[in-house]
């Protein structure tokens, strides 16, 4: 399978643990994207990187909050303290840079991690 | 907050009926994405619109880009059951990069 794959695809943990999801992009993509979202929402932005540099982060992101990408490969999320309201489905993508305009191109999905907190 | 808007929220339609969505942002947008996500699964990628007034199309969807590129239309002619899903346009706000933000979406429902 040469998509995107996220793990684990579901966790159950309580409040004020910390949990971890990886994202393995689509080997040839140098951009990979973290969005969260509840139901009846659009993707929320997390953040991205390109490469193994992150790019930009949301300003409406708790510092709870930090994600790597240490060899421009897989990346991680790490949520610290989780609380009740991080409930959601955290959606990775990964996309090819545009070589012109440094825009981003058809973005490919992982097929999700679903947080609950307890 | 959410830039890029959506509207509707919600969509029932009879089967053979036709559907639009549309998508207004307060920014010019550089370019525009459509993708559709069915029921339990994630956001698969349909169309990219990148000049003023674009049109596309791709069998019965028709996706437009406004002159200003502040807005975008999705329109499906004679809805099937196989297009129930919700539909997002997601776009890249000017000069900010490889951002890519996303509307809340449009979910359609489609009775036979």
């Known amino acids: 399978d040469t998509g995107v794959s996220q793990d684990p695809r579901h966790k159950i943990t309580k409040r004020g643990q910390n949990v971890t999801f990886r994202c393995d992009p689509i080997s040839e993509h140098n951009r990979l994207y973290w969005y969260r979202q509840t139901l009846g929402q659009g993707p929320e932005f997390l953040t991205y990187f390109q490469n193994e540099a992150q790019l930009e982060k949301s300003r409406l992101l708790s510092d709870r909050f930090s994600a790597e990408r240490p060899k421009g490969s897989f990346s991680t999320l790490e949520i610290q303290r989780t609380e009740q309201g991080d409930s959601a489905m955290y959606l990775c993508?990964?996309?090819?840079?545009?070589?012109?305009?440094?825009?981003?191109?058809?973005?490919?999905f992982g097929e999700g991690s679903r947080l609950t907190v307890l | 907050g959410q830039q890029v808007m959506q509207i509707p929220q919600y969509q029932h339609v009879q089967e053979g009926e036709d559907f639009t969505t549309y998508c207004n942002s307060s920014t010019t947008l550089s370019n525009i994405q459509w993708y559709k996500q069915r029921p339990g699964g994630h956001p698969v990628f349909l169309i990219q619109l990148v000049k003023s007034g674009e049109v596309k199309k791709q069998k019965r969807l028709t996706f437009q880009f406004g002159e200003a590129k502040k807005n975008s239309s999705l329109h499906i002619t004679a809805t099937q059951t196989t297009d129930v899903g919700t539909y997002f346009c997601?776009?890249?706000?000017?000069?900010?990069?490889?951002?890519?933000?996303f509307g809340q979406g449009t979910e359609l429902s489609v009775k036979p």
């Open positions: 997601a776009g890249h706000l000017n000069n900010q990069g490889g951002k890519l933000i």
């Open positions: 993508a990964s996309s090819l840079r545009e070589g012109q305009t440094g825009y981003t191109g058809e973005l490919f």
